[in-house]
């Protein structure tokens, strides 16, 4: 069932494999923008202390994948006592998308990611699940002339399992037949759930969350090979 290479724990054999559909996530994969994410996390709670600040930047680095609202929900309630009601939510948020909108029209590729989009772009279905805003990430591909290259996009408050799901039936592929490329455990972790191959994009410096024998990457430099198109 599943590909030479990667088996259902995500672990890694061979030196290539031949996945038939690819999920990607977006920050951290296909643009250079998770660590500039990190930072606005950060910057929205300027002024707090030191320690509680450095939480914030580690449990962002843990889970990427999930949406803000829900990281700001839980840096208020969790973090800092506070009740985290939707008001205080909004505003956060509003100060975040303040902070990381021109910054991501500026946000580099990804090495490696353009030339995959361009030379995978219609020979196999490549569907994008992100935790950023559904909303904001349609309108920043459009933007950023990227909206042609998916078959979906789905971002919060979609979930990634649930999407992850919604791609293997859509395409009607088994699980052991698509590949998801992401740089958090939230998609790791669903991809491990319905027993999808997962290649980890770490970048060099970046915490690493993940499993010791799960496939790794810098960047998708080398991509190609990888999935031997």
Sequence with gaps: MYPEGLQRDGSHRGTDIRPQAIIFDFDGVILDSARLKTQAFAD?????????????????????????RDKFAHYERELFGRPGDPPALDALCRRFAEL???????????????????????????????GMPEIALRALLVRRGLDGFFTSVAGTPRFKLPEFRRILADEN???????????????????VELGIPFLAIVAEGAPDYFPADVPRHRDLSGFLDFVAR
Aim: proline share 4%; hydrophobic share 50%.
């Design 44 to 68: 929205c709670y300027a002024g707090e202390a030191e320690e509680k600040l450095a939480e914030v930047v580690a449990y962002q680095d843990r889970h990427g994948g999930i949406g803000r």
């Design 100 to 130: 990381i909108d021109t910054a991501m029209m500026e946000a580099p590729f990804i090495p490696g990611a353009e030339q995959v989009l361009a030379v995978l772009h219609g020979r196999l279905p490549l569907h994008l699940v992100s």
């Design 173 to 191: 592929l088994a699980a052991g037949e698509v590949l998801a490329v992401g740089d958090a455990r939230t998609e790791f972790d669903a991809a």
